[in-house]
Nanobody, 117 residues
Framework: QVQLVESGGGLVQAGGSLRLSCAAS????????MSWYRQTPGKQRELVARMTVDGVSINYADSVKGRFTSSGDSAKNTVYLQMNSLKPAAPAVYSCTALSTFLSHYWGPGTQVTVSS
């Protein structure tokens, strides 16, 4: 089992920045991918970024390319999502996920991000 806990969400003005963190615990040695998703009420959940745990391969949604950066700190078992130049948007819940070797998919509870205009 893998447990994930996100933090760092909040209210920020458009153009500002936030850094989300996702701390992982449990059987993390079998995790291959870490991802960030976001969901706004009434809209489909969107994959924001996906990275291999070694950080070699990182992919971003077109909507965030050039503004968001995903990274990890293996010593802290934590991944981060640095979000810059945030755009006005309805409140969204950002969740991190872990995909294991056995294709088990784990989710954190999420952290809410609101960008005001």
């Amino acid at each position: 089992q893998v447990q994930l806990v996100e933090s760092g969400g909040g209210l920020v003005q458009a153009g500002g920045s936030l850094r989300l963190s996702c701390a992982a615990s449990g059987t993390i040695s079998r995790i291959n991918y870490m991802s960030w998703y976001r969901q706004t009420p009434g809209k489909q959940r969107e994959l924001v970024a996906r990275m291999t745990v070694d950080g070699v391969s990182i992919n971003y949604a077109d909507s965030v390319k050039g503004r968001f950066t995903s990274s990890g700190d293996s010593a802290k078992n934590t991944v981060y999502l640095q979000m810059n130049s945030l755009k006005p948007a309805a409140p969204a819940v950002y969740s991190c996920t872990a995909l294991s070797t056995f294709l088990s998919h784990y989710w954190g509870p999420g952290t809410q991000v609101t960008v005001s205009s």
